[in-house]
């Protein structure tokens, strides 16, 4: 089962403010006078589309993980879905696992809809009631656990309505994508390589700059390190007008960062970015760590590193790929609140990356139309 088993440390974005999280509280007189409802979706209406085919009134509310239980695949009774062609997503108790999801805000008009969407009459799913945690407090949500569960793959086409590489706006919730262990022969037969960062290339528009391949892979930690700002024997960067990002052993801490799948073709280019022949920063395999599994990665480390807070404009495009992905929410309080060295001047490298955002979104908003 684990290879159906998705990453999803989830985080809303750009087109969701991140403070929908913050204000989770907000509205909760609907709640209070029955107006509207909780619903916890792992599966297929993680997509917002998706959910509002049948539910017109769902809104994102918050992003939150079910402790305790796991994501599987199956039928009912051994059923297969005339819809999905294949197993679909329910959850069961498994101590110590973990299932992120969306909580969505519905109006009790849409009530009747959702529990006929998940076949509650006849028996496929039940409704029950689960308490839900965000990184402020838990949530009683609305979800629905399979019956008689037969377990059986997903259809890719149920799984493409979860992956958040094939859907622009679902991406932009911080879906991790989940097929991490997908396309494992590219790696195996040397087309491929797993690429692990987390300063600015974080960001998908500044990543792709120069490595148009680069594609999101999942999100991972690397254990016992630390992350810190610097410059190569003090010289710096005349690109970011400060230090910029590195990391240092250091037992105990961790470093949450992103998995992208890229071609060798890429990968002078990445070097070249990292001023490796330069000795700026020398390339090194890591082993990161998802829910599910181990990953060998290539990152880079600075060399020579004398310590420098990084410019506003280097923390932001941190802080913006950080979001972008889906980084823990407590990770990302952590990188707002690095002190900076407070540069106010122009930088270049910044009006790249204001070209590359508008053009991502002028194709998200043709791709959703």
Not at 46 to 60: D, G, I, M
Not at 199 to 209: A, M, Y
Request: aromatic share 10%.
């Amino acid at each position: 089962m684990s290879l159906f088993h998705f990453l999803l440390f989830l985080v809303l974005i750009l087109l969701v403010p991140l403070s929908s999280e913050e204000s989770v509280m907000d509205n909760s007189s609907d709640r209070q006078n029955g107006s509207t409802f909780l619903y916890f979706a792992y599966g297929s209406n993680l997509l917002k589309e998706r959910l509002q085919l049948k539910n017109p009134s769902a809104t994102v509310y918050c992003v939150a993980k079910l402790k305790d239980y796991k994501l599987a695949f199956g039928n009912h009774k051994g059923l297969a879905s005339q819809r999905w062609h294949g197993g679909v997503g329910t959850i069961e108790h498994s101590p110590g696992d973990e299932v992120w999801g969306v909580v969505w805000r519905m109006n009790m008009s849409d009530l009747e809809s959702l529990d006929r969407q998940e076949n509650v009459k006849m028996g496929t799913y039940s409704p029950v009631e689960v308490n839900v945690a965000t990184s402020r407090q838990d949530l009683s949500c609305r979800t629905y656990i399979m019956n008689s569960c037969v377990y059986a793959p997903p259809s890719p086409q149920y799984l493409q309505v979860r992956s958040p590489a094939r859907f622009n706006k679902s991406q932009k919730y911080g879906f991790y994508q989940e097929s991490v262990m997908d396309n494992s022969s590219d790696r195996q037969n040397g087309s491929t390589f797993l690429y692990w960062q987390q300063p600015s290339n974080l960001l998908k528009e500044r990543l792709q700059l120069k490595n148009p391949s680069a594609t999101v892979y999942c999100v991972a930690k690397l254990k016992d390190y630390k992350l810190a700002f610097g410059n190569h024997k003090g010289l710096a960067s005349q690109r970011w007008h400060g230090g910029v990002g590195t990391i240092e052993h250091s037992p105990g801490d961790e470093v949450w960062g992103v998995v992208w799948r890229m071609n060798m073709s890429d990968l002078e280019s990445l070097d070249r970015q990292e001023n490796v022949k330069m000795g700026t920063y020398s390339p090194v395999e890591v082993n990161v760590a998802t829910s599910r599994q181990d990953l060998s990665c290539r990152t880079y480390i600075m060399n020579s590193c004398v310590y420098a807070p990084p410019s506003p404009q280097y923390l932001q495009v941190i802080v913006m790929g950080a979001e972008q992905n889906g980084l823990p929410e407590d990770y990302q309080d952590k990188l707002r609140s690095i002190q900076t060295n407070k540069y106010e001047g122009p930088l270049p490298v910044m009006k790249e990356l204001e070209k590359a955002l508008k053009k991502s979104k002028r194709k998200d908003r043709r791709d959703s139309v």
